[in-house]
């Protein structure tokens, strides 16, 4: 009952260990930083909403999670977020504690004691987006989600992690949102498939 600890899984023995130190925060994104650490963004509450935590071990092997490492520029819950690199993310998407999808795209740096993060985009990537993939070619493709208006988004960006530059590079053949799954070819085109009821199988082309 209540809110439960991060766990940490091993494969080799199947053991599943839960991390002293902290709770983890509902409707969380979970992902490797790029640099051998795992990072929990944003969550459901005013406290954890703009919060970044990061997992990591130590030269004994203990597992350790240091809680509010830092904060993110806009208060998300279910967020997107993605390694773009060692210690960096690429933030986007999700929705805020109080209601309302949420604005902007920001780059979280993690390489430092404390997190960073900066806004690259403010305004126009304003939905729910999940998830975001990097493309063949190192970007990150943004498509899709949940508008402000509460309906299916069919316009599409591109995070360039070399220049923290996001474009909007078009719209996708029709409004996506919803659990849909992305994975990117070597052609630096994306599959995506899926998206609430749709079987569709589609190639994206930025």
Do not use: H, K, M
């Not at 940490?8 to 509902?26: K, N, Q």
């Not at 597992?63 to 690199?85: E, Q």
């Not at 992690?161 to 996708?172: D, F, H, I």
């Amino acid at each position: 009952t209540g809110t439960p600890l991060p766990a940490v899984f091993d494969p080799a023995d199947e053991s599943l260990s839960e991390i002293a130190g902290g709770t983890f925060a509902s409707t969380a994104s979970v992902t490797s930083t790029g640099d051998g650490r795992v990072a929990i963004v944003g969550g459901a509450t005013s406290e954890t909403a703009s919060r970044v935590d990061v997992v990591s071990e130590d030269s004994n092997g203990a597992v350790l999670l240091t809680s509010g490492i830092g904060a993110l520029r806009v208060a998300r819950s279910a967020p997107s977020a993605l390694s773009i690199g060692a210690g960096r993310l690429v933030v986007t998407g999700g929705v805020v504690p109080s209601g309302g999808v949420t604005a902007g795209v920001e780059v979280v740096d993690l390489t430092g004691a404390t997190a960073s993060a900066s806004l690259v985009e403010r305004e126009r990537v304003r939905r729910s987006i999940r998830p975001i993939e990097r493309l063949g070619d190192g970007r990150v493709l943004l498509a899709g989600g949940a508008d402000p208006g509460g309906g299916a988004s069919s316009r599409a960006f591109v995070f360039d992690p070399a220049t923290n530059q996001v474009e909007e590079v078009g719209s996708l053949p029709e409004p996506l949102d919803g659990r849909r799954y992305t994975a990117p070819l070597p052609d630096g085109t994306a599959i995506v498939v899926g998206a609430d009821a749709s079987t569709d199988v589609r190639i994206f082309q930025p």
